[in-house]
């Protein structure tokens, strides 16, 4: 018998697998594969503060090993959030995690209070990787300043669990995570997908309808890792580890790595039953190498 | 209907032409219950650049053989590969997916392939038929061999057949067809499927006579189960979802697609 439970801060999570935001929409999509309930928890989709219709056609472009995604945020806004989605997540009995995401900082304060008065959405994972309307369109996450007011003003009206995912397109993702810290995240997840770029050699142009778009895959865990073990050693909170997570053994580097738990993304399309073969796999370790609780692996590398 | 990812084999694989080939493989499992116009997500094993699934229509359902039938054009490395797969090689397939085309008795209804677009059409001629409706088919391409499968449509109607350089049935595109020249066209309903431009055309002649358009598209998509939003395709209500909410789509819930707001069409997406 071994023990598959881990906390990220208030949560406790029945394993550590969960899914990363926009790779799993609200959890029905995958009930014809898998029983969502077995997971340790879901991300939704990203809410926004309005309506967002996203970005023109074409949207993704595969690469190798992976795929540039340019969605562009498209969801229906916190109104419809609250009326139509929410109700539907009432069904699942793990933790069910709300991606919010905006434009400004007001948007952001006004889906995370919001969120707040759901009881069913055990915590929220704050996306700075948005750009920033009001600095020119610069990504939140990319500069300390901003990252701090986002989840400061976040902070002041969120009670429960705020995870903060940090955008890997910056020089130092270690200052940005320690800010974030400071300015009240309760844990902090990442990679976000990294910025990137696919061409069309035969019509020479673009692929994606945005120029550039969002990497993501196992193309780009070994980046993921290295941020995942930098952060972890810095901070003191919580870490959540998202990057190509693939298989089982995947999870497992990112623990010893100093995650407490992991988000499968992109895996998911390939293979919608990844996230409970990746369990199974877990818990297969834990058995070969006679270690009883999961926690036991987290910053368990030995150097 | 339930999606299920399941373990294929092929049985036969017919090289129709220099760059499509027609796949029938059989299923592991008991098939699921698929409707036409649905379409397997496809995973190609063995390279790098073969990452995600690869979407393709199910042309046709053999139950007595518990096998599928796939139309692959080659066009890349995924679709090269898998046109290059021998007898008991395996495939790994999600299916079915999608809405399907609503299968209704409608009377007299005209079936459009352009291309590799003749793809959905026998499944959906072969219930048709069997639901009552009297089947016309028209098949559009460049020229002769690109017209594909025109003998396997036969059994279910009267084929028409247009071609651009002349070399097999009228010469020209399918709108110019003289099916589809008629001033009242007999038919109920059309089902289209092809490049964007030629079911665009179509679409304007159904409109103009008051037919219902159905039509299938194709857009990149990653999940093929709504879940990620890549493969939206711009409609009187938003965006919407070509690998859930499609690819069958009425003509008129497509913006840009009413006869009224186009000025010319393209032949090229």
């Avoid at chain 1, 959890?27 to 029983?35: H, K, L, S, V």
């Avoid at chain 2, 898998?82 to 397939?93: G, Y």
């Avoid at chain 2, 609503?102 to 209804?109: L, S, W």
């Avoid at chain 2, 070509?242 to 009425?250: A, N, W």
């Amino acid at each position: 018998m071994v023990n598959l439970g881990v906390n990220i801060h208030k949560l406790n999570l029945k394993n550590p697998v969960l899914t990363a935001s926009g790779t799993f929409g609200y959890g029905e999509e995958f009930d014809d594969f898998i029983d969502v309930n077995a997971l340790g928890g879901i991300i939704v989709k990203a809410t926004t503060s309005k309506h967002r219709e996203g970005n023109p056609y074409p949207r993704m472009a595969e690469t190798p090993m992976g795929m540039l995604n340019a969605v562009g945020l498209q969801n229906k806004g916190i109104g419809y959030f609250v009326e139509n989605i929410y109700p539907k997540l009432l069904k699942y009995n793990n933790c069910i995690i709300a991606n919010v995401s905006d434009s400004t900082v007001e948007g952001y304060v006004e889906v995370a209070e919001k969120m707040n008065r759901l009881d069913h959405i055990s915590a929220i994972e704050l996306n700075i990787s948005c750009p920033n309307v009001k600095e020119g369109g610069m990504a939140f996450g990319t500069s300390c300043p901003s990252a701090t007011a986002v989840t400061r003003a976040v902070r002041e009206v969120y009670d429960k669990t705020l995870i903060v995912k940090l955008s890997p397109n910056v020089t130092n993702i270690v200052e940005i995570a320690l800010a974030v810290e400071s300015a009240g995240a309760d844990a902090v997840s990442l990679i976000n997908t990294l910025l990137g770029m696919a061409i069309d050699a035969e019509k020479r142009k673009p692929v994606l309808s945005t120029i550039t778009g969002g990497l993501s895959g196992p193309a780009i865990k070994p980046v993921a890792l290295r941020m995942v073990w930098q952060v972890a050693k810095a901070v003191k909170i919580p870490v959540i580890g998202i990057g190509g997570i693939t298989t089982a053994s995947d999870a497992i580097e990112f623990l010893l790595a100093g995650a407490s738990a992991i988000q499968v993304g992109t895996a998911n399309f390939v293979d919608p039953q990844a996230t409970v073969k990746i369990i199974a796999g877990i818990e297969d370790y834990l058995q070969r190498h006679r270690i009883s609780d999961v926690k036991q692996l987290i910053g368990g590398l030995t150097i | 209907m339930k999606k299920y990812i399941l373990n294929f084999k092929i049985l036969t694989n017919q090289a129709l032409n220099y760059n499509h080939n027609l796949l029938e493989l059989e299923c592991n499992e008991p098939l699921p219950v698929m409707v036409p116009g649905q379409f397997a997500e496809v995973r190609v094993d063995g390279s790098v650049n073969t990452y995600l699934r690869r979407p393709f229509s199910i042309h046709r359902v053999n139950p007595e053989r518990n096998s599928i039938h796939l139309l692959i054009k080659s066009v890349g490395e995924g679709s090269l590969t898998l046109a290059n797969l021998k007898a008991k090689a395996t495939v790994n397939i999600m299916l079915p997916l999608g809405n399907g085309f609503p299968i209704e008795e409608n009377g007299d209804v005209l079936l459009v392939g352009g291309g590799c677009g003749v793809a959905p059409l026998w499944f959906l001629a072969d219930q048709l038929k069997k639901k009552g409706n009297e089947i016309s088919m028209l098949i559009g391409g460049r020229s002769a061999k690109d017209i594909l499968l025109a003998d396997n449509y036969a059994e279910f109607g009267k084929v028409y057949i247009s071609t651009e350089d002349g070399s097999q049935g009228e010469p020209g595109m399918v709108t110019v067809h003289s099916i589809l020249k008629q001033d009242k066209l007999p038919f109920t309903a059309i089902y289209c499927c092809g490049p964007d431009g030629m079911m665009k055309a179509v679409s304007h002649i159904a409109e103009k006579q008051g037919i219902p358009c159905l039509v299938s598209l194709e857009n990149t998509m990653a999940c093929g189960i709504g879940a990620c939003l890549c493969c939206v395709v711009d409609t009187k209500q938003g965006n919407r979802c070509v690998c859930t909410d499609g690819p069958v789509f009425s003509s008129l819930e497509l913006k840009g697609w009413s006869a009224e707001t186009e000025v010319g069409c393209s032949l090229d997406k």
